[in-house]
């Protein structure tokens, strides 16, 4: 049946052929149809980084049934994208700071609509402080020397802590921290008193970018320069790194720089490696370093812009000639009992520390240079008082043709110098005719 008035007639007829009839009027009147209920949910607030929501328009209604929906943003910045926008359920994203209105439209199968609207407020992050929380270290008796301070149970309410340990200034400067410990949340060190902060990456709180502990530590070289930290410009260190790749011969862009820091109030701490071929590892940072200051040192350490005043490995790698041990500070070897520098070779030689002498070889061998030279003194001595003795002097008034043809004289003075063959003046009286003079005994015939 359809819309209108539909007229019904009835006939009855008995068993003598009598009959008679009825009218009925039935009307068909429209559906009583109502408009639909559209409900797009409660108002919303969100946060950034949240930059999305969802929509949700299930709970509108209808005395019948709805046949469609469709989400549209009615005021509030551009930029957003509504996914699913002709379902009950919809998500928007790209949302800024700001106030969005979304306009939730239902309709029914007579195509009766009801609209309802709905606010989403997006507001700029509020980050709370973060709590910081240090487990205390039980009291340590030596001679245990390590502390464990825990800070892993501080909280944040955005999460991605970082972590800094610094030492108290009134607490003792022995001490150094361990594997590289003093940006995690477990640091270990000697006991004393600490400050953990906490940094969270957002704004405004101050970022802070974790280095891990360097797996190539070893290959580290240390350069220090005579110059303020202060006074080094960008483009100096750039001229700085090109003139050590020359020296080098490695390319500057192979010179991977770690640390500019401050040596001193007038010194400047540069830390560098050398980056081996494609899928190799860094040259050796001992290699690196006596080659470069073998360079330096053929070039008088002219070349480069600053003065450079140490070149060594940041990790002491001396063998000490397998004698000894490398102090990191001094980076001078500390020898073992019995044990002494070569002071030739690092002095004179390639300069660097050892201890290649043995204490009790160079003390024979100073005893023995020492004996020496005190025997050499000792002969130039007993020389020197072993003059020869004079001759004395003859009293014959001649001598004879061999004593004149001798080189002795009287006094030491040769006869060549003398009047040979002349008569002597007569001593103690004349000889007599035929008497040859008498030979002068030696001093050796007198003393027998």
Known sequence: MQEGDYTFQLTVTDSAGQQDTAQVTVIVQPENNKPPVADAGPEKELTLPMDHTTLDGSKSSDDQKIATYHWTKTSGPDGVKIENADSAVATVTGLEVGTYEFTLTVTDERKLESHDTVKVIVKEEKDQLPVAHVV?????????RTATLDGSQSTDDKGGLS???????????????????RNLPVFLMSLF??????????????????????????DLVELVLEVSVSQ????????????????LGVLDSDIIVREISAFN??????????????????????NVALGLRNKLCKQKNDFLIFKARRVDTVICQLNCSGHGECDSFTRRCVCHPFWMENFIRAQFGDTESNC???????????????????????????????????????????????DLDSDEGQGGVPWKDQERGQLLRPQNGSLRNGQGPARAKKQREELL
């Open 356 to 402: 290649e002498w043995s204490v009790l070889y160079v003390a024979i061998a100073s005893f023995m240079i020492l004996v020496a030279a005190a025997t050499l003194v000792w002969g130039i001595v007993c020389c020197s008082r072993l003059k020869p003795v004079p001759a004395p002097t003859s009293s014959a008034l001649m001598h004879s043709d061999s």
């Open 136 to 144: 205390s270290s039980p009291p340590i008796s030596l001679p245990v």
């Open 163 to 181: 972590y800094l340990w610094t030492r108290e200034d009134g607490s003792p400067a022995a001490g150094v921290r361990l594997n590289g410990s």
């Open 193 to 218: 008193l600490f400050h953990c902060h906490l940094i969270c990456p957002p704004s405004p709180c101050f970022s802070f970018v974790f280095s891990p502990s360097d797996m190539w530590e070893r």
């Open 265 to 286: 109030e007038h010194s400047t701490r540069l830390v560098f490696l050398v980056s081996g071929s494609p899928g190799r590892p860094p040259l050796s940072g001992r």
């Open 232 to 247: 080094v410009s960008q483009r100096q260190r750039d001229m700085l790194l090109r003139q050590v790749g020359v020296l």
